[in-house]
């Protein structure tokens, strides 16, 4: 008879080709890892919070196997050892973000805790039917209501402040219909942080007709859903470099919002790609391509930039939003690839 622990290694393999990917997932994010202990001093909230998802994720995927014969499997090993690495340095990047800007920083304090984030246990997948006709020609967020009404959630627009409080100007631009880009990405983000914190009054004082039965994960559906056309015409324009860094923030937080088809292992090992070699970061080489385009050209995929972003450019040319959100999303592809939700591949008790 086969042992429990063969059987379960049977139960739980991923195919050759994921196996395949794992290992450069693994690979990608060590590099990644090693880029954020040699600067996490530097990197600003955006970036920190990219390896924050990360840590969620690798700490359910440990947890996950812990108690069964595969927490030995070298590449569950793999992973628990990222965790470890990302404990031990997490708490000074968060430290230094409260030194720079105390008062953003305390903002936000509550989605820089891996435990904030529910990592997904059952998938879903986006459905074509709901994209729009057109999306908007410019961004239709604004960056300053966007946080606030981010705080209203969390609690933190004032000390002790109540959580889940939900005005009309944040519902009104977090449900509106046909936004582009990074005011796409912000809509999601602002559903799934009311998720997390346990907020069910986001729809309430919902007055249009059209939208009374729509629910939190409908918008979940209907946002991933376009976030998905958006990046599969990116995909079809060949990647145009500065629309990397919000292709893979779709992916990074649809992911997290349960829609496994944003998991396309084609897209992987363009992401791969993109990583610096030595350096471990991603976005490195933005300003020596952007510097190549004609001016028409440039001016068109500054359409696709997110507006007033809190980016940062660290010393060495690496970005600190992309790298964050890359390693994310990387952690939401190893994440899928080692707890496949088959329940023949789940683990027996």
């Known amino acids: 008879m086969l042992t429990l622990a063969v059987l379960l290694l049977l139960l739980v393999t991923c195919s050759p080709s994921q196996q395949g990917a794992v290992e450069d997932l693994l690979r990608s994010l060590t590099d990644g890892l090693t880029f954020f202990q040699n600067h996490f001093t530097h990197l600003n909230l955006d970036g920190v919070f990219g390896y924050t998802l990360l840590h969620a994720q690798l700490k359910e995927l440990v947890q996950m196997w812990q108690d069964t014969e595969l927490a030995g499997?070298?590449?569950?090993?793999?992973?628990?050892?990222?965790?470890a690495r990302l404990d031990e340095s997490l708490p000074g990047a968060l430290q230094a973000l409260q030194d720079a800007e105390p008062k953003y920083f305390r903002e936000f304090e509550p989605m820089m805790d891996a435990g904030f984030w529910s990592v997904p246990k059952e998938w879903t997948s986006t459905d074509s039917a709901l994209t729009?006709?057109?999306?908007?020609?410019?961004?239709?967020?604004?960056?300053?209501?966007?946080?606030?009404?981010?705080?209203?959630?969390?609690?933190?627009w004032k000390d002790n402040g109540t959580p889940c409080i939900v005005t009309k100007s944040c519902r009104d631009m977090m449900t509106r219909f046909g936004c582009p880009h990074y005011s796409l990405s912000h809509q999601l983000l602002y559903f799934l942080t009311g998720k997390m914190r346990g907020c069910s009054n986001i729809l309430q004082g919902e007055r249009r007709e059209s939208r009374v039965n729509l629910t939190d994960q409908d918008y979940q559906k209907i946002f991933c859903s376009n976030m998905m056309k958006n990046n599969k015409e990116i995909v079809k324009?060949?990647?145009p470099h500065q629309t990397r860094d919000i292709f893979i923030e779709n992916i990074m937080l649809c992911g997290m919002a349960g829609f496994v088809d944003f998991y396309s292992a084609d897209w992987l090992r363009h992401i791969l790609l993109w990583q610096d070699p030595e350096a471990g970061c991603f976005g490195k080489d933005e300003e020596d391509i952007s510097r190549g385009l004609s001016k028409e050209l440039l001016e068109k995929l500054q359409l696709h930039r997110r507006v007033k972003r809190r980016e940062k450019t660290l010393k060495d040319g690496c970005s600190s939003h992309m790298t964050g959100v890359a390693v994310s999303a990387l952690g939401g592809y190893l994440y899928h690839y080692l707890t496949e939700q088959d329940v023949t591949k789940?683990?027996?008790l």
């Open 132 to 156: 729009y006709s057109a999306f908007r020609v410019t961004e239709c967020y604004d960056e300053e209501l966007s946080d606030e009404c981010i705080t209203l959630l969390l609690g933190t």
């Open 237 to 239: 324009n060949s990647f």
């Open 346 to 348: 789940r683990p027996l």
């Open 73 to 83: 499997d070298p590449q569950i090993r793999a992973a628990a050892g990222l965790a």
